[in-house]
């Protein structure tokens, strides 16, 4: 089981940038794809970006396609989000989460269900 810990979430004006991170521990999650979701009041929760085990190939979501953008350091079991240019419609809690399957090349694009070990979120806030 591998535990997850978002942080660097906050409040941003529209236009701004912030920069998340997950921290993993427990199964090596350096063997498993990583993804980030992000779910807003009243609307299902929404796979943003993913990136492979060993960062080889990348998934965004066309929302978010030129300003966000995912990293991994194997070394460190952390898992980055740089999202710039946010937009009011940005906002959301963000989750990071572990693939279900070992050391998969490509990315899962089937959403929550290809993933599990879900962290507890960071609040992103754009204002307008």
């Known amino acids: 089981q591998v535990q997850l810990v978002e942080s660097g979430g906050g409040l941003v004006q529209a236009g701004g940038s912030l920069r998340l991170s997950c921290a993993a521990s427990g199964r090596t999650a350096s063997n498993y794809a990583m993804g980030w979701f992000r779910q807003a009041p009243g609307k299902e929760r929404e796979f943003v970006a993913g990136?492979?085990?060993?960062?080889?190939?990348?998934y965004y979501t066309d929302s978010v396609k030129g300003r966000f953008t995912i990293s991994r350091d194997n070394s460190k079991n952390m898992v980055y989000l740089e999202m710039n240019s946010l937009k009011p419609e940005d906002s959301a809690v963000y989750f990071c989460?572990?693939?279900?399957?070992?050391?998969?090349?490509?990315?899962?694009?089937?959403?929550?269900?290809?993933?599990?070990?879900w962290g507890q979120g960071t609040q992103v806030t754009v204002s307008s």
């Open positions: 990136i492979t085990w060993n960062g080889g190939s990348t």
């Open positions: 989460a572990v693939d279900r399957l070992f050391r998969r090349t490509v990315v899962p694009t089937q959403g929550a269900v290809s993933f599990n070990s």
